[in-house]
């Protein structure tokens, strides 16, 4: 009989915490800058050099923990995680480990088929990044570059509380949401400012106890961490079905050949032997400073869902599209305030159809979208007083987006202006039924269905251009009269 | 307790120390007798005693400002570094 295995995954995830300086250090946080120019005396580990805690760091992490209702740890301590590596100076990363700054708090995350699971956030903690190796362009060496090393991280664990690999995509979408929001982290995976561990495991259905896990490092798209984990579970279904059994080791996702594989090296430096970090004291969080960071906290993802659904009776899957991002939920808030909130859903439609396709298309970030809100609400309002019609309203945004004019501009220039003369809707009708004297005999005698085709030639004599509730309305009462 | 050479062993390759047949006996012994002087404190009751991990515990954390104080300095940096390529530091390959 086979077995059916139950999919365990759980995330760690680390953020890179948007702030100027390092987590310990003054050296700059910038991104692309040339190797090794924005690493001082602390992050190359000279000796006699001390670290010192940059408080926004803490204050973003607390920002987090605020932001999931989880308990702010009123003490917490660094620690030293020991390894050897190269882009890592000083021998050992400065983490926290048995008394992390944000204690196990929760998450509502909402998946394809619209039903809501609540995932477990065990912990975060404040760390350090380390530096980067390169390999390329050096014969039989490998280049440190320690730009990045000293870079604050939080690492955002989550419980084992996935069971498939949609579900893991759909709560690292959900915590990428947030830190944005938050304006915690720039969320930019391609710089790695947002990248994730995935602990995953099999377990026959029905069964308590977990199987053994293999953490898949590294992963830094949402379309890698859902073909990395399928890989791994079809991977670890094989092994035990074939009478093997899951080695608890790190493996690295090779996305060019779509597989995990064993990183040997990293087994036998698995005994980190942390202990406290005697260059930092334990961080002692008071209520005030918590509650001066929560003065700070924006309306969450959930909150801003909560109040388009309400306020603008939207379907839950819409009100939660367009809160995604702070930016995209701006964008549409000032297209309905010019509409009116009467016609919210034809400013969803418009927002998540004709601009998302024409941002996602171009690559553009709603941020820089080519049609501003000022006017795609003017093109909106064309359609509502009944200027132009839908179809040709995507005709008008398209010309909108390619030459940044106005809707108006576009409209007159292309005389697009929709006829509503009923007269001259009339005499078109007329032209299109002395024209088709066959169908309009069928149609007579009980072929319904050639309505379209009269409606199909209305509108190619008038160039789209008629208004179509009066269309139907005209050309069912001439049709009918015989 | 005391050390077993195996255990010796790991903890050398963990501190990436290379430690020679003659002087091994000498590590044995030594580590197991600091090992030993440290183990007396787990004869003494603990159990109401909170953790302590640091001997200033009772001080707060300074936290600094989030501001960068530092600037390039690479180049006299890399000139302690044995060998430097393209503003890279360079060592022995690693790659996974």
Not at chain 1, 74 to 80: E, H, I
Not at chain 1, 196 to 210: I, L, Q, T
Not at chain 1, 252 to 270: Q, W
Not at chain 1, 351 to 362: C, K, T
Request: with cysteine; charged share 25%.
């Amino acid at each position: 009989m086979m077995t059916d295995w139950e999919v365990v995954i759980g995330l760690e995830i680390h953020a890179q915490l948007a702030t100027k300086s390092k987590i310990f250090s003054g050296s700059a946080t910038t991104y692309g800058a040339p190797p090794n120019v924005q690493a001082d005396l602390v992050d190359l580990a000279y000796p006699g050099v001390l670290p010192v805690l940059n408080g926004e760091a803490v204050r973003m992490a607390v920002k987090f923990g605020l932001s999931i209702g989880a308990e702010v740890a009123r003490r917490s301590v660094f620690a030293r995680k020991n390894y050897f590596y190269p882009d890592l100076p000083k021998g050992y990363q400065i983490s926290q480990y048995e008394l992390p700054v944000v204690k196990q708090g929760k998450l509502a995350v909402m998946l394809d088929d619209g039903t809501v699971k609540t995932i477990g956030v065990t912990r975060a903690h404040l760390e350090e990044d380390a530096g980067k190796s390169l390999h390329e362009g050096l014969a039989n060496a490998s280049g440190i570059d320690l730009n990045r090393a000293g870079t604050p991280l939080l690492e955002i664990v989550s419980e084992p509380d996935m069971r498939s690999a949609k579900e893991a995509v759909a709560y690292m979408k959900k915590i990428h949401t947030l830190v944005r929001y938050l304006e915690i982290c720039d969320g930019n995976m391609q710089e790695g400012s947002f990248r994730c561990d995935a602990n995953v495991s099999v377990r026959p259905r029905g069964r308590e106890k977990f199987g053994t896990r293999a953490e898949i490092k590294n992963l830094n798209s949402f379309r890698f961490v859902e073909k990395a984990i399928h890989y791994e579970v079809a991977r670890q279904v094989d092994l035990l079905e074939s009478g093997g059994t899951v080695l608890q080791e790190t493996r690295l996702y090779d996305s060019d050949k779509d597989e995990t594989r064993s990183m040997r090296s990293k087994e036998e430096a698995n005994d980190y032997r942390y202990f406290p970090d005697p260059d930092l004291l334990p961080v002692h969080i008071d209520e005030e400073f918590i509650e001066a960071v929560r003065a700070t906290l924006p309306e969450l993802p959930d909150e801003k869902a909560a109040r388009f659904a309400q306020d603008f009776s939207l379907s839950t899957y819409d009100a939660g599209v367009l809160s995604a991002s702070r930016e995209l939920g701006a964008y549409f808030e000032s297209v309905v305030a010019a509409l009116g909130a009467g016609h919210a859903k034809l400013a969803a439609n418009w927002v998540m159809g004709e601009l998302a396709s024409a941002l996602n298309r171009d690559n553009v970030d709603i941020v820089f979208s080519r049609v501003s809100p000022k006017y795609l609400s003017d093109l909106l309002l064309r359609i509502v007083d009944a200027t132009i019609s839908g179809k040709i309203a995507k005709e008008v945004f398209e010309a909108m987006w390619s030459e940044g004019k106005t809707a108006d501009a576009i409209i007159e220039a292309k005389g697009l202006k929709q006829i509503t003369d009923s007269g001259a809707i009339e005499g078109v009708i007329d032209a299109v039924m002395a024209a088709n004297p066959k169908q309009l005999a069928d149609y007579r005698s009980g072929k319904d269905k050639l309505f379209g085709f009269f409606v199909g030639q209305v509108m190619k004599a008038t160039e789209g251009k008629a208004n179509p509730g009066q269309l139907n309305e005209l050309l069912k009462a001439k049709l009918g009269s015989s | 307790m005391s050390l077993t050479r195996q255990d010796v062993e790991k903890i050398a390759h963990l501190a990436r120390l290379s430690i020679t047949e003659q002087e091994m006996p000498v590590y044995v012994t030594s580590l197991s007798s600091i090992v030993e002087f440290v183990d007396a404190l787990s004869r003494v009751h603990t159990g109401d005693v909170l953790p302590m991990a640091h001997p200033l515990d009772g001080q707060q954390q300074r936290l600094r400002a989030d501001v960068v104080t530092e600037s390039d300095h690479h180049e006299k940096f890399q000139a302690n570094a044995p060998a430097v390529q393209a503003g890279l530091y360079v060592v022995p390959r690693v790659i996974e």
